[in-house]
């Protein structure tokens, strides 16, 4: 016997009842797009997520309908899309043509590996089905075009301004770096470099991004202040490792973005395991919990644990980051998943339903 066909309106409150841990709450409260219909005497159900979702649309089915036959007591046909929209917290500012949302990833000090994670967060956002593009704001000691393997390569410009960026393994990529050899120093001061920064983004013909990621360089000057003032970041990244002195600098990072109301989507832990290449021993001797104690005390969330391994050096000082590399691998996956909570965050916020309260302070 066929089971009865359930009310579409009530199969629609169903799953918007379904809390996904990525979405961070309700699918309704979320406002996570649900089109229901019947087809062929069976109820169908296209669910539109707000970021990518390559590697997680299968899980997420799996979990949905799981959910909709315990409830409703019928298997429902599922579809799972995503459908990424522009998230812009400060409207005043113009927004950066051809780029729907701009994620800045920093750190408050040098040696953490930030260029290594944000290369590999573009890898991941891109792996996971949007299309993205860095930008290489580091103009002090650029780094990016020897990590995506274009070292050497020169933007051409169509009309003498302007540049089209030079595309590799998939993405889009700006970089002070095409036009300085890699062994020349930059020696400009503040506004010089500032300026150098807003050109880059203005002056490039960026293609239709769904996420242009800003490797910016370390500390808190007047980089990452004209980027904060002059562009409408979307959401900021901040990178430690589980160092105290990392963790001292990072919530200083954290600080300066929330100052100048940037929303902070979470903290990635960096070296938080070193994994021996010889036997797989795995050993934390940087220490353990500074993000978790971090992000506690920042009203944020860690974003993921990245582990010091040689393969991720290895590859990416090759030009062949793992993401691009070995996209299945251990290291990657552990990257993708760091991009798909990205995504999310800044689709939807953090899981409590808001972003962290600004807290503006004199000191």
Same mark, same amino acid.
């Given at each position: 016997?066929?089971?009865?066909?359930?009310?579409?309106?009530?199969l629609?409150? *169903?799953?918007?009842?379904?809390?996904?841990?990525?979405?961070?709450g309700?699918?309704?409260? +979320? =406002?996570?797009?649900? /089109?229901?219909? #019947?087809?062929?005497?069976?109820?169908?159900?296209?669910?539109?997520?707000?970021?990518?979702a *390559?590697?997680?649309?299968?899980?997420?089915?799996?979990?949905?309908?799981e959910? !909709?036959?315990k409830?409703?007591?019928?298997?429902?046909?599922?579809?799972?899309?995503?459908? $990424?929209?522009?998230?812009?917290?400060?409207?005043?500012?113009?927004?950066?043509?051809?780029?729907?949302?701009?994620?800045?990833?920093g750190?408050?000090?040098?040696?953490?590996g930030?260029?290594?994670?944000?290369v %590999?967060l573009?890898?991941?956002?891109?792996?996971?089905?949007?299309?993205?593009?860095i !930008?290489?704001?580091?103009?002090?000691?650029?780094?990016?075009? +020897?990590?995506?393997?274009? &070292?050497g390569? &020169?933007?051409?410009?169509?009309?003498?301004?302007?540049?089209?960026?030079?595309?590799? @393994?998939?993405?889009q $990529?700006?970089?002070?770096?095409?036009?300085?050899r890699?062994?020349e120093?930059?020696?400009w001061?503040?506004?010089?470099a500032? %300026?150098?920064?807003?050109?880059?983004f203005?002056?490039?013909?960026?293609?239709?991004?769904?996420?242009?990621?800003?490797?910016?360089?370390?500390?808190?000057?007047?980089?990452? !202040?004209?980027?904060?003032?002059r562009?409408?970041v979307?959401?900021?990244?901040?990178?430690?490792t589980p160092?105290?002195?990392?963790?001292?600098?990072? +919530?200083?990072?954290?600080?300066?973005?929330?100052?100048?109301?940037?929303?902070?989507?979470?903290?990635?832990?960096?070296?938080?395991m @070193?994994?021996?290449? %010889?036997?797989? @021993?795995?050993?934390? $001797?940087?220490?353990?919990?500074?993000? /978790?104690?971090?992000?506690?005390?920042? =009203?944020?969330?860690?974003l993921? @644990? !990245?582990?010091?391994?040689?393969?991720?050096?290895?590859?990416?000082?090759?030009?062949n980051?793992?993401?691009?590399? #070995?996209?299945?691998?251990? %290291?990657?996956?552990?990257?993708?998943?760091?991009?798909? &909570?990205?995504?999310?965050?800044?689709?939807?916020?953090?899981?409590t339903?808001v972003?962290?309260?600004?807290?503006?302070?004199?000191?």
């Amino acid at each position: 016997m066929s089971p009865v066909m359930p009310d579409l309106s009530v199969l629609k409150r *169903a799953a918007g009842d379904y809390t996904d841990p990525l979405v961070g709450g309700t699918l309704a409260e +979320r =406002g996570v797009r649900l /089109e229901v219909s #019947e087809q062929d005497g069976k109820p169908r159900l296209k669910v539109t997520l707000g970021f990518p979702a *390559a590697g997680y649309w299968e899980q997420f089915a799996a979990g949905l309908g799981e959910h !909709l036959l315990k409830t409703c007591g019928v298997q429902v046909d599922l579809e799972v899309g995503w459908e $990424i929209t522009s998230q812009m917290p400060r409207q005043r500012l113009a927004p950066v043509k051809g780029v729907k949302n701009i994620i800045a990833v920093g750190s408050g000090k040098g040696g953490v590996g930030k260029s290594t994670v944000a290369v %590999n967060l573009a890898l991941a956002l891109h792996v996971e089905g949007s299309r993205v593009g860095i !930008l290489d704001a580091d103009v002090y000691g650029p780094s990016q075009p +020897r990590m995506l393997g274009v &070292r050497g390569s &020169r933007p051409r410009t169509p009309d003498g301004k302007n540049m089209v960026p030079i595309v590799a @393994h998939g993405i889009q $990529i700006v970089s002070i770096g095409f036009f300085v050899r890699e062994d020349e120093p930059t020696v400009w001061r503040g506004p010089v470099a500032s %300026n150098a920064l807003s050109q880059m983004f203005s002056q490039s013909l960026w293609d239709n991004l769904d996420y242009l990621v800003a490797d910016l360089p370390p500390g808190t000057g007047d980089i990452q !202040l004209s980027l904060a003032q002059r562009i409408p970041v979307s959401g900021a990244v901040i990178v430690t490792t589980p160092q105290d002195v990392a963790l001292t600098d990072a +919530r200083k990072g954290l600080e300066m973005f929330r100052k100048v109301s940037v929303p902070v989507l979470g903290v990635v832990e960096n070296m938080s395991m @070193h994994i021996c290449s %010889n036997c797989g @021993h795995r050993e934390a $001797i940087f220490g353990e919990g500074g993000a /978790e104690r971090l992000a506690d005390e920042a =009203g944020t969330e860690v974003l993921g @644990h !990245l582990p010091l391994d040689i393969r991720i050096r290895e590859e990416t000082d090759e030009g062949n980051p793992p993401v691009a590399a #070995e996209p299945e691998s251990a %290291n990657s996956l552990a990257y993708r998943d760091i991009a798909r &909570r990205v995504a999310a965050r800044l689709a939807y916020g953090l899981p409590t339903g808001v972003f962290p309260t600004i807290e503006m302070l004199d000191d």
